[in-house]
């Protein structure tokens, strides 16, 4: 198993940025990708952005593609989703997940931050 903890959520304005963590323990020797999801009130869970655990190549989504940067730190176990000019659109809370070797849906959540953008 894996354990996602994620941290750095808030209440910010419109054109401020926001630096989310995501701590990863357990089995991170097996992880392949892991990514961040955000949820909105009413809509549907999607990704932002993932990265390679080891490799370090990324992916970013439409939705915010531009506005930030993942990066990992493995020797922290840490990967990080750096997020600039916020709108208030990005409001959402935004989750952590490990995509582990072999499997096809990311099987580890973690309970998720709030990032609330006020206008």
């Known amino acids: 198993q894996v354990q996602l903890v994620e941290s750095g959520g808030g209440l910010v304005q419109a054109g401020d940025s926001l630096r989310l963590s995501c701590a990863a323990s357990?089995?991170?020797?097996?992880?392949?990708?892991l990514g961040w999801f955000r949820q909105a009130p009413g809509k549907e869970r999607t990704i932002v952005a993932s990265?390679?655990?080891?490799?370090?190549?990324?992916y970013y989504a439409d939705s915010m593609k531009g506005r930030v940067t993942i990066s990992r730190d493995n020797a922290k176990n840490t990967v990080y989703l750096q997020m600039n000019s916020l709108k208030p659109e990005d409001t959402a809370v935004y989750y952590c997940?490990?995509?582990?070797?072999?499997?096809?849906?990311?099987?580890?959540w973690g309970q998720g931050t709030q990032v609330t953008v006020s206008s």
């Open positions: 990265i390679r655990w080891s490799g370090g190549s990324t």
């Open positions: 357990g089995r991170t020797g097996s992880v392949y990708y």
């Open positions: 997940a490990a995509l582990m070797n072999f499997a096809r849906v990311y099987d580890y």
